[in-house]
């Protein structure tokens, strides 16, 4: 499949523009070239990136084969891709306002473990993009899928009706942001980089803003530095609400089948799907504002690169703001837990914090005695020691919003305070449970357990963590955790093991099932023997009593009624006795191994042999073959006695008595 037509001069001024810009400006600036050589100049760059941007749309292809995502792209370098849906974390479709106005959108492929986005599509139609989404988690879902629909899948255009005939399961609503979260998310919202900017150019590393410092006294000068950090602070706490506002406007999360979908965004709408299988860990975060209006948010972590989180790598937005209580609801939605009680760190600890603080103040201190001592201004390079009065309150709260609980199935953590987080983790996407202590933590006796998933957050350090609890205590989570975690995995893995393979549809195998009672009620109702059958068979031995019979009236026939015993329905006895299973229906070499079906996260054997199964089976088997082999038996006797009647009715009645007694 192709890309979008109306990509190709999209790509080629996206890359060429700024060039072109600076180009034309040089050129024209030039009294000896002028206008006239900055156009033709500008016009040969934009017609070399659209003539390689026609050669990459010829080249570039997309095809959705039965296990893998196949991506050819390349014009002087060419590259094959192969991604297995199993792999596939989420794919995300994105759109611009230039690119909502032509009509195209981008898709990015996030794969498992993946630093980058694995695959990129620039640009197809947005009904080819939505089609390209729903397919892929459908495909996930289902295995290999059919082929059937694999195949109509991919004959169909990158149009309307690709997009229709793509049947997935219903969606629902979970969450929606409404106009006033939306404004208290942006009132709550703060980007700090412009802080961090103007602190770099005023610390003497780059000289810009010395030459703007005037000449004046020590007190002039500290009270344009207050009213400086103060209208600092309003413009970042103004950009980090535009921010904000423009990154989860029109939010919305809905669950469909076993995936959850979200869309977001103003001037670049975001979607796609967080698969429910693929979470690692549930993230509620909060912060003193938030907490004090009872408002919290929800992000789900999972394994990989998430596109347009930015440095949240694999980290999905939920919930960017709601009420508590909601948030957990939503968070129970993805994982059942209970009502966590969190277990705090020894009180003791407060001291240890208490003393990092008092250092961290001391330290600001020496700071601001260097800088007036390097000035010479004269200010109170002291001031900064009255934040030794809040030290043992902050020690207090670091203390009382640090915790761990264990529930049924997830460990949750609770740590910070400025930025409170609650990380709740499955037991069995625990990856390590790790035991950390550095040398002040030894010589308080404490220690930190970190709980290690395959989330990318475990890259910078935030793994679910219980920290600075007595040693002997964390020694005993440690322990719990990995006997929490090995029960965990044997009980999803035997879940997994539960699997009965077959090669029909469930439509197939409802019919085979009717058909063969139907043909079991007739049987039963034809069979010598059986139901109404057997007082049929008492009345002609009765009349054959009293008078020689005539063979072609009181004997069957062998083509309308078989007897019971008869060729067809006897299995053959070799000469040990030993009867051994039939295999030739099956087409299977049993001299090589067990052919493993790969289905993405265990393998299981299409054709199992008797030694694979258990004890029980085996001998419930070789007890089926034992009675197969007495009905043998019994029907071979039967057999006997209806030919010994053709000698006549005294002879039949000894036939009869011999099958009595033999059965």
Known sequence: MKLAPQSVPYRALQKVSGIVVVLFFVVNNNPDWGFTAAAVVAGAVVLAATAYEVAYYRRFDYELTADTLDISSGVISRREREIPYRRIQNVDVSRSVIQRAIGVAAVDLETAGGSSTEGSIRFVTPDEATRLQREVQRRKSTGSGAEAQGDGAEGAGAGTGAAQGTVGPDEAELFAISPGELALVGALSFDGRLIGLLAFLSSGSVPVLSSFIPDASAVALTATAIVGVGGLFLVSWVLGAGIAFTNYYGFRLSRAGDELRYERGLFRRYSGSIPTEKVQALRIADNPAKRLLGYASL?????????G?????????????????????????????????FRRPPKRIRWRYAFRYAIGVGVLVAVAF????????GAPWYAPAALLLAAPVAAHLKWKHRGYWLGEDHLLTRNGFWSRTVTVVPYYRIQNVIDRRTLFQRRWDVATIVADTAGSSSIAGNDAAAVDFATDEAVDLRETLRERLRVAVAERRDRRDQFEWFDADAEDVGEADGGADEADGEAGDSTPGSGEATPEGDETASETDGATPTPDASIPDADDAPAAGSDEDRSDVPDDGVIRPD??????????PAERIDTGEYAVDRNPSDIDRPTEDREAGSGGDEKEQRDSADGDAVGDGNETTDDGGQAADDGNETTDDEK
């Open 583 to 592: 295999f030739s229906g099956s087409g299977r070499d049993y001299s090589r």
């Open 309 to 341: 989180q930015g440095g949240d790598q694999g980290s999905q937005a939920a919930v960017p703001i709601a009420t508590t209580d909601r948030v957990y609801r939503l968070a129970r939605e993805v994982e059942s837990f209970g009502e966590p009680r």
């Open 370 to 377: 260097g800088v007036d001592w390097y000035l010479g201004a």
């Open 299 to 307: 992000s789900i972590e999972t394994a990989g690169y998430a596109p």
